[in-house]
């Protein structure tokens, strides 16, 4: 099952800052969680990370899944050395912590497998997995698929979705039900006015229009 995975403010441990390390580094910067990368080796990339407060880089020699010991609050492990054994004591030791554990290339180990992830400005992502069988097809097949996805996703698509958001957020406290504020956001969709402001690119105006439509929304239904 693919799920998109919230991560705002819990605690990743990356293990192995080689390639495939620095690849899981890049897919969680921006996700709001707190990553500490544990390796022998850093390369530059991930020094200017860990100098930019990005990462908190720990440099020391994994000999074992002990290395994990000094850390009781990690949501989430990545192995990533490259030694499959040892990866997989990474992971038993930190689902005995209690987090979900990622081996890399060892799909049978893991608590799930990475997709290949079309990422459209941040807010939109389209996730390829085949369930860790082929990496590689996922990666060919994403982007073939991204070519296709970024002429059938537009920008005022981003944008609405985005309203979508800040309107949910303010019906939440005067829409109580589920299903009232379901009708509340397709009627965005729907009104002209907002949609035409949208398409021009004239968002504050989208947002004060969504925010008028709703206390009219909430004055008819009373």
């Known amino acids: 099952m693919i799920v998109d995975l919230n991560l705002k403010g819990k605690h990743v441990i990356v293990i192995g ?82 987090a979900f554990v990622y081996s890399v290339d060892d799909p049978a180990y893991s608590d799930f497998s990475y997709a290949s992830v079309i990422n459209i400005e941040g807010v939109m992502q389209v996730a390829i997995s085949t369930s860790g ?44 039900t589920v299903e009232k504020r379901k009708e509340f956001l397709y009627a965005l969709l729907r009104d002209k006015k907002i949609q035409n402001l949208i398409k021009e690119d004239r968002i504050d105006e989208a947002k004060s229009a969504t925010l008028e439509l709703l206390r009219k929304w909430v004055m008819k239904s009373k």
Do not use: W
Not at 20 to 43: D, H, M, P, W, Y
Not at 141 to 156: D, F, H, M, S, Y
């Open 133 to 176: 069988k082929s990496p590689i097809m996922a990666r060919q097949i994403r982007i073939r698929a991204e070519r296709i996805l970024r002429k059938v996703i537009k920008k005022a698509d981003v944008e609405n979705a985005k309203l979508q958001e800040f309107a949910r957020n303010a019906a939440r406290p005067k829409i109580h």
């Open 17 to 98: 800052g080689g390639t495939e390390g620095v690849r899981k580094v890049n897919a969680l910067l921006g996700q709001g969680c707190r990553i500490t990368v544990i390796s022998s080796r850093f390369n530059k990339y991930l020094n200017a990370q860990a100098k930019a407060g990005k990462i908190e880089a720990v440099k020391a020699r994994i000999k074992d899944a002990g290395i994990l010991d000094g850390y009781d609050d990690p949501f989430l492990v990545l192995a990533s050395t490259d030694d499959r054994e040892l990866n997989r004591k990474l992971c038993q030791k930190g689902r005995e912590k209690g």
